[in-house]
């Protein structure tokens, strides 16, 4: 079965911090590849999506992900964190016809 | 533009019990998801709908679980009678169906948050 696994279930960072936060997923064909965020209140929102082309894709307020088709892996990356960027955060993959998977989700807290 | 929306926000309620809620999804989109989202984990589906049509409900407990979207705009998801594992948040999503195929970006309202005693 398709899964998307997130290795960092809970992460606190002080603010400019570096962030990473990993995503691996199971299926082995063509994927769309997601990360959605959802701060303290409010509705899950796309933070950024790679459909085909530069792997390399960014998103919203800074942050970037990173495609590795090899290691099935899609890594959501931001150089310096602001107190703002508190929030869960959730990979989710989808094949062409398929439905969309979610990631057990990432909690990011940021340290003012 | 106005986004998913969703009713009630909350909702609490004995065992056994039935609830339901209502999703309108932004104007134009023909798909429509629900999600249940529990404590601590992502959102996994239990529906998919393409217009009127229920086009993925393999994940719906259908012993106690029902939807259905009228006229392929508004949709309601029903359980009956409610278990106390049923307590989660509820989500629904919408898309549009872009030149390839699906978008593939599902917009969420704020979600339902159900509570079973």
């Known amino acids: 079965a398709q899964s998307v696994s997130q290795h960092n279930h809970h992460v606190i960072l002080s603010e400019a911090a570096s962030l990473e936060l990993g995503c691996n997923y199971s299926y082995g064909g063509t994927v769309n590849l997601f990360w959605y965020v959802q701060y303290p209140g409010q509705h899950l929102q796309l933070l950024l999506k790679?459909?085909?082309?530069?792997?390399l894709v960014k998103g919203i307020k800074g942050f970037e992900a990173e495609f590795i088709k090899s290691k099935f892996s899609f890594n959501l990356r931001k150089p310096s964190v602001q107190w703002s960027d508190t929030a869960e955060y959730f990979c989710?993959?989808?094949?062409?016809?398929?439905?969309?998977?979610f990631g057990q989700g990432t909690t990011l807290q940021v340290k003012p | 533009e106005a986004g998913v929306v969703q009713s009630p926000r909350y909702k609490i309620i004995e065992k056994k019990q039935p609830v339901a809620f209502w999703c309108n999804p932004i104007?134009?989109?023909?798909?429509l998801y629900w999600y249940r989202q529990n404590l601590g984990q992502g959102p996994e589906l239990l529906i998919r709908y393409e217009n009127e049509e229920a086009v993925d409900d393999s994940q719906l407990p259908k012993d106690r679980f029902s939807a259905e979207r009228l006229k392929g705009v508004d949709s309601t998801l029903k359980i009956q009678p409610a278990e106390l594992g049923d307590s989660a948040v509820y989500l629904c999503?919408?898309?549009?169906?872009?030149?390839?195929?699906?978008?593939?970006?599902?917009?969420f309202g704020e979600g339902s948050r159900l509570t079973v005693l």
């Open positions: 104007s134009g989109h023909n798909t």
């Open positions: 999503a919408s898309s549009s169906r872009g030149e390839r195929g699906h978008t593939g970006e599902l917009f």
């Open positions: 989710a993959v989808r094949r062409i016809t398929g439905k969309l998977i």
């Open positions: 790679y459909f085909s082309g530069d792997p």
